[in-house]
């Protein structure tokens, strides 16, 4: 399979996981800025979203959202328990994190890395940031990982977007369960690969 991504954005998320998943993938660069491939392919006749993550299999289905994604990387190897059996409360309880790390998190960064985007919008958009990592930072508390005491696909996608702070201005130093987290996940082999892999780690 093929995993399309761009060096530190979302996709980072479904390349850890692959990572730690031990499948056989190959990972090609599709840099948001340009659109272009490395051969000079228009990344819009691949994927007409034009956005990253992609996943395209080896039959040629494909997948273009992150949630979806790991959850479908997870369920190949389920030995891995990356993530908990489909139709168990706790498979819920991931989707829940998976689904509020998206909407709340992810999609809360987007206007502090639009370019043009009014200064008061920023600061709105900074503000509601702010109180969700608070929110999370609180969840987080004697807990290892977002589920307990194991590593699944929300901590990997968790870890990506909260460390996009340091590219905002937003300082997640004083959420002593947050920044723990962060530090503990970017530990991880697995984790370190993907980053080594999109040039994030020397």
């Known amino acids: 399979m093929k995993l399309y991504y761009s060096p530190g954005a979302c996709s980072l998320s479904p390349h850890i996981v692959l990572k730690e998943s031990g499948l056989a993938f190959e990972a090609i660069a599709a840099p948001t800025k340009t659109h272009k491939l490395a051969d000079g392919t228009d990344y819009y006749t691949i994927n007409p979203l034009g956005y990253v993550p992609f996943l395209v299999l080896d039959d040629g289905r494909t997948l273009h959202e992150g949630p979806a994604i ?29 689904n509020t790390i998206s909407t709340e998190l992810h999609k809360g960064f987007s206007p502090l890395f639009t370019p ?45 977007v909260a460390s996009w702070g340091k590219h905002v201005g937003i300082d997640i130093a004083g959420l002593a369960n947050l920044s723990a987290f962060v530090a503990r996940i970017g530990a991880r082999p697995g984790v370190q690969a993907a980053m080594r892999a999109e040039g994030l780690l020397k």
Do not use: C, H
């Not at 139709?87 to 994190?97: A, P």
């Not at 999370?136 to 307990?148: P, S």
């Open 116 to 160: 043009g985007m009014p200064e008061q919008a920023k600061e709105m958009a900074k503000t509601r940031l702010i109180s969700r990592l608070n929110w999370v930072d609180g969840e987080l508390a004697a807990k290892t990982y977002l589920l307990g005491d194991t590593f699944t696909v929300a901590d990997a996608y968790l870890f990506v």
């Open 70 to 98: 790991v959850q479908y990387i997870a369920d190949q190897v389920p030995e891995k328990e990356l993530a908990p059996a489909n139709g168990s409360w706790e498979r819920y309880k991931l989707q829940e994190w998976l």
